[in-house]
């Protein structure tokens, strides 16, 4: 890349580099598939318009996929 970034490049280079931080600590934590799996499961509610904030506690509700 040649001269400096944009503001919006530059913005999406930090959410870049924010979610390579989060995806590092997952696989620390629970390994590269649960990492994976999150990140995929993450782009398809992006794809289907749904919430994130709407599947908080998800965990405790047993029939979450």
């Known amino acids: 890349m040649t001269g400096p970034m944009t503001d919006e490049e530059a913005s999406k280079d930090r959410f870049f580099k924010e979610l390579g ?16 799996g999150v990140l995929v499961l993450a782009a398809r509610w992006i794809a289907e318009g749904k919430s994130f904030a709407e599947h908080r506690g998800a965990s405790d509700d047993t029939s979450a996929p």
């Open 21 to 36: 931080m989060i995806a590092e600590r997952m696989i620390a934590a629970h390994g590269k598939d649960f990492a994976m």
